[in-house]
């Protein structure tokens, strides 16, 4: 099993329902959003932690931006549109590395939509959505930021914050997929066809600078 949380978001399942259950129509074209601070994200309560050195080594990582963040927009695409078809990147170097900070993908699907799946490391203020625009009605989803004093509060008390929440259903329904030995939801096939997308998209990028 590969680790897609966001399949085990309640929300992005509603959407999946939705789609299925027709009440949208077709869905002409998407918007999968996920903006954060990569590498850059304030680790430290004062004095900030060193930025992990592998992070910064494209040996290791395989790509920026579109590896790390996109991974999980196109994996959540690909679960509701089915195969791919098409794929091309528009990649940017706002800080200079040898890999992308942000990037804009665009995928083509066998179903007929198109999604556009745009990821970046450059804001402090995370965003992390889709949105659907079908032939009947859209529909759309942006996970919200949780205070921090909440947050910290809940795991005092022994409580699961509600950011947590999606990772503690995708390790039970780990367990319970070897416990009853069962395909996950998030197999290893899946996971090999994200990254045939993602080197899809570096082999058609264009540079935004």
Not at 64 to 87: C, P, Q
Not at 114 to 121: E, K, L
Request: aromatic share 12%; proline share 4%.
């Amino acid at each position: 099993m590969v680790g897609y949380p966001s399949r085990f978001v309640s929300t992005y399942c509603d959407l999946k329902r939705k789609l299925e259950s027709g009440v949208l129509g077709d869905i002409q074209t998407a918007h999968a959003v996920n903006i954060a601070a990569g590498p850059f994200f304030h680790r430290g309560i004062g004095i900030p932690r060193p930025v992990p050195e592998w992070w910064f080594k494209k040996e290791l990582t395989g790509g920026g931006a579109l590896m790390d963040l996109g991974s999980h927009m196109i994996n959540l695409t690909r679960w509701y549109f089915g195969e791919v078809n098409k794929v091309k990147a528009y990649l940017g170097y706002r800080f200079n590395f040898d890999f992308e900070d942000h990037a804009i993908c665009i995928i083509n699907f066998k179903s007929g939509t198109t999604a556009i799946i745009n990821v970046g490391w450059f804001s402090q203020k995370a965003t992390v959505g889709i949105e659907l625009f079908g032939t009947v009605a859209h529909a759309s989803y942006y996970r919200s930021s949780s205070s921090k004093v909440i947050t910290a509060i809940q795991l005092l008390l022994g409580r699961t914050p509600k950011f947590f929440i999606p990772y503690l259903k995708e390790v039970s329904h780990f367990v319970h997929c070897i416990k009853e030995d069962t395909q996950p939801s998030s197999s290893g096939e899946d996971a090999l066809k994200d990254l045939e997308a993602i080197t899809e998209a570096y082999k058609n990028q264009i540079c935004l600078g």
